[in-house]
């Protein structure tokens, strides 16, 4: 028994050392990085700042963008060159002049905005991939 309790004391000591020379400070981890890392990005900051900032708005757009801007001139499709910077967010939009929808879910948001019976629309597709927002879809309408 005395043999069993030295040895959990040598035990006890060995371990007490070995803590004492490795680096056991705690390391201050940004928690919005990880959790942009672990499950995606925050749809609420990437949408001001795509608003709110042309250049991080052209490098989140997935060029050649599905959809395309159709008028009574024809229709276009929608690449560097043609892009209308987006600056007002759906839900700054008037709606006492336009009607407004939209939808979000875990890896999509969908905005709607038009005129009834204008011939006015806009939609617009935003998608979640590998944990960062893009702009993948624009179809706008205006006839």
Request: proline residues 1%; glycine residues 4%.
């Amino acid at each position: 028994m005395k043999t069993l309790t030295k040895y959990l004391y040598l035990m006890l000591l060995f371990t007490s050392i070995l803590f004492s020379f490795t680096d056991c400070k705690s390391i201050r981890v940004n928690s919005s990085n990880v959790l942009a890392r672990t499950f995606g990005e925050n749809f609420t900051k990437f949408y001001d700042r795509f608003h709110k900032d042309s250049v991080f708005q052209m490098s989140r757009i997935k060029f050649p963008l599905s959809g395309m801007s159709a008028d009574g001139s024809g229709e276009k499709n929608w690449d560097k060159k043609n892009w209308r910077v987006m600056r007002v967010k759906i839900y700054d939009v008037d709606t006492a002049q336009f009607k407004v929808y939209f939808k979000k879910t875990e890896k999509v948001f969908i905005q709607k905005v038009w005129i009834a019976n204008s011939g006015f629309s806009s939609e617009c597709r935003f998608e979640l991939i590998d944990r960062r927002w893009y702009l993948m879809y624009v179809l706008d309408q205006n006839f």
